[in-house]
């Protein structure tokens, strides 16, 4: 602290301080001495709580007096005392809570002491029907209950902040592993309250969803952002635009092809399907339901090129949708495949359809020839799903495949139920499915250095999360089914499965092992299907069908 | 060094005696070649620094079919050639994808005890054709980026110009570096 006679020397031309803090005031705040060392440790408690990044997101406090350092910095901290729910007084330990999924309901196992409780203030997080965060009371004495496991503080991963002991005022704490589990289930809560049409209060807990998910770090922190941004599409009734969307979800989808290995996956299971149902064959055609960059075919026409008894003719259909710029991206890609064919020496003939949705196309415009001359394959990955936004579309389309007399047709498709008729339970199932998901790209990440095909592949799934959650009627195309819903839908269409053989498992381990970061990544045969996933979850199934004998 | 003498008769004697047990191995590349086909990739990478010479000898690009078939039982089907040299050459084959793929397998090879020579053999042919397909992809993704055809070699020819970067959809095959040491 300067001397007075300093600070008068310093201060000449300034009005008289009348008490306050001479070195501040050059900086235009207006601090009491007095009161310098209770506003430094206000400063340090908002400090720890503005997290990582230092953002901050009150968007509700209001500032009068923005040279009155005390003031605003303590109305800051009530204000994010008011919001967030834990509050722990100095002295005692803080506890976290593990939360049981099944059971859904979260008991807040600290001493509450002067807990306040808003009649309508929306956010009162306790007034949630369900007690989908609280418990029925809490004002209880932290027992524990059935189901609830507790644990004291201390434990590695938490970073919980004691205040320091003299200090009278509340203290908020963020402990990450207990922000982890509030914000799933605040973003649970707010799914809820969308479900009840609440929407103020589904307001509030998106905004408190944006603050949480801002200070956890890492997969979670990421999908909850997006999930937090499609509520609060919902909520807005903001609708994501089309038209655009084409040929940027290609290159995004080129990008989640390098990345991570669920699409080159799909490719080799599909193709060594059909590989299989064209031995044999002196001309082959396959008709590939979304052909984007054709980075399927390559493998497929190598291992032709290489059969025993030579290639077959090869002829590729590729259906696409139209692109907004209106160039001819189909047949861009049928020229370089033609190259590809011609280096290798297989003959190939490429026909492009663009279509705005499959059911527009019929077996006849295909130019299928009779199963003596040609042995025809459909292959559809990640495509069919689209036909369910329009009733009566997926059958259309599934009867003109069996028009198309295949000898076998491989479909790939996300393994998730994200087309149930209940808001809320889409929902939880794709924010498991994505959570899955993004984790599994945190882990390749972590073997690689970040690039740009793993932030490009986070867009291409947070675009599908947007489209599950925000959207609804013929804009939600993004409508996963599980394997066993498509299983009864083939069978009532008039397929019978062909078993995957074991050379496509052998092929889809081999695929995996070659991922550096990959130990996560798991095979599973499934009936004759082959599904990958991630640990214990699996995120993607590959099929395959002929046409019941008649 | 040349020791300068009177030349005489036997001092011609003496050379031609020299010369009967001196042997240069860059006089017979037959024997030369048999050698290289012994050795691993990082050895024959090695032996290319040696001289000019044998760099051209180990450009050739049948010792790198030689390097990457040669466990493989049965060996491949006649028409891999062709598909090999027209999509950049076995050199360009081994270091893109055999070389990273058997080197990424073998930490992670699925130990069934004592593995038998014919295991040994199955497994490496589902190795090479793995690579193959790899190969394929990404000679396709060459030609998607850069529009007319990268590389294609012709027979036994020197292959691409060294310092190319991998193409995108190869990356998962390379082990991340680790430069924070």
């Known amino acids: ?550 | 060094m040349l020791q300068i003498d009177n030349i005489n008769g036997d001092d011609v004697e003496r050379k031609i005696k020299k010369s009967k047990h001196n042997f240069c191995i860059n006089d017979h590349l037959d024997l030369l070649i048999e050698v290289l086909q012994r050795l691993d990739g990082r050895s024959l990478a090695a032996a290319a620094c040696v001289c000019r010479q044998w760099c051209s000898v180990v450009r050739n690009d049948s010792l790198w079919e030689h390097l990457c078939f040669r466990h493989v039982s049965p060996p491949p089907s006649v028409g891999t050639r062709s598909v090999v040299l027209a999509l950049g050459g076995y050199r360009r084959l081994y270091m893109v994808c055999v070389r990273p793929v058997a080197s990424q397998l073998k930490g992670r090879r699925i130990t069934d005890g004592g593995q038998s020579e014919v295991v040994r053999r199955v497994w490496k042919r589902h190795e090479v054709e793995m690579s193959l397909s790899l190969f394929c992809v990404e000679y396709y993704e060459r030609l998607l980026g850069g529009g007319g055809g990268g590389g294609g070699g012709g027979g036994g020819g020197s292959g691409v110009v060294g310092g190319e970067s991998p193409a995108t959809s190869l990356k998962f095959l390379c082990k991340a570096v680790n430069v924070s040491i």
């Open chain 1, 1 to 550: 602290m300067a001397s007075s006679g300093k600070g008068k020397d310093l201060h000449q031309t300034l009005p008289d301080s009348g008490g306050m803090d001479e070195l501040l005031e050059v900086l235009g705040y207006k601090v009491r001495s007095t009161d310098m060392a209770d506003v430094a440790q206000k400063l340090e408690q908002l400090e720890m709580v503005m997290g990582e990044d230092g953002i901050l997101q009150l968007s509700d406090t209001v500032h009068y007096n923005p040279s009155d350092l005390s003031g605003w910095v303590q109305s800051m901290l009530s204000e994010l005392n008011s919001n967030a729910s834990d509050i722990v007084l100095p002295g005692e330990s803080s506890s976290t809570t593990m939360i049981d999924f099944s059971n859904n309901k979260e008991i807040d196992g600290q001493q509450q002491q002067g807990t306040k409780l808003y009649d309508d203030d929306p956010y009162d997080l306790r007034a949630i029907a369900g007690g989908a965060i609280y418990g029925t009371t809490a004002e209880e004495s932290p027992v524990s209950r059935n189901g609830i496991k507790r644990m004291k503080s201390g434990v590695a991963g938490s970073e919980a902040v004691v205040a320091p002991p003299e200090s009278p005022k509340p203290v908020v704490l963020v402990d990450s592993q207990e922000a982890g589990i509030r914000l799933v289930h605040t973003l649970m809560a707010c799914a809820e309250a969308v479900q009840q049409d609440n929407m103020k209060l589904a307001d509030a807990l998106v905004k408190h969803v944006g603050l949480l998910a801002a200070s956890q770090a890492g997969a979670m922190g990421k999908v909850a952002t997006y999930f937090a941004g499609a509520l609060a599409q919902r909520i807005y009734k903001i609708y994501p635009q089309d038209g655009l969307e084409t040929s940027c979800w290609e290159i995004l989808q080129m990008h989640f092809y390098e990345s991570c290995p669920y699409l080159k996956f799909a490719h080799f299971t599909a193709n060594q399907a059909i590989l299989e149902a064209f031995a044999g064959a002196s001309r082959v055609h396959v008709v590939d339901f979304s052909l984007n960059q054709g980075m399927q075919w390559p493998a497929l026409m190598q291992a032709l090129a290489l059969r025993a008894d030579g290639p077959p003719a090869f002829r590729l259909t590729g259906i696409g949708p139209p692109q907004p710029d209106n160039t001819d991206a189909l047949q861009q890609v049928g020229w370089k495949l033609a190259q590809l064919a011609d280096t290798i020496g297989v003959e190939f003939e490429f026909r492009g359809f663009v279509a705005n949705s499959l059911a527009d196309i019929d077996a006849g415009m295909l130019d299928i020839r009779s199963s003596e001359v040609e042995v025809v394959a459909v292959n559809s990955v990640f495509e069919l799903h689209r036909l369910l936004a329009r009733p009566g579309a997926v059958e259309k389309v599934l009867d003109s495949i069996n028009a198309m007399k295949p000898k076998i047709v491989t479909l790939v498709e996300q393994e998730s139920n994200h087309n149930g008729a209940v808001f809320l339970d889409r929902f939880n199932e794709a924010l498991h499915y994505y959570s899955t998901m993004f984790d599994s790209l945190e882990s390749s990440a972590l073997s690689q250095p970040i690039s740009q095909d793993l932030v490009m592949s986070e867009v291409y799934l947070g675009r599908q999360i947007c489209n599950v959650v925000a959207c609804e009627g013929t804009d939600r195309v993004e409508r996963h089914e599980t394997l066993s819903q498509w299983r009864t839908r083939m069978n009532s269409a008039g397929f019978d499965p062909v078993h995957l053989g074991s050379n496509a498992f052998k092929q889809a381990s081999m695929l995996l092992a070659l991922f550096a970061g990959g130990d996560g990544y798991r095979v599973e045969e499934n009936d004759g299907c082959l599904m990958l996933g991630w640990h214990t979850r699996p995120l993607i199934a590959t099929s395959a069908w002929k046409p019941m004998e008649t």
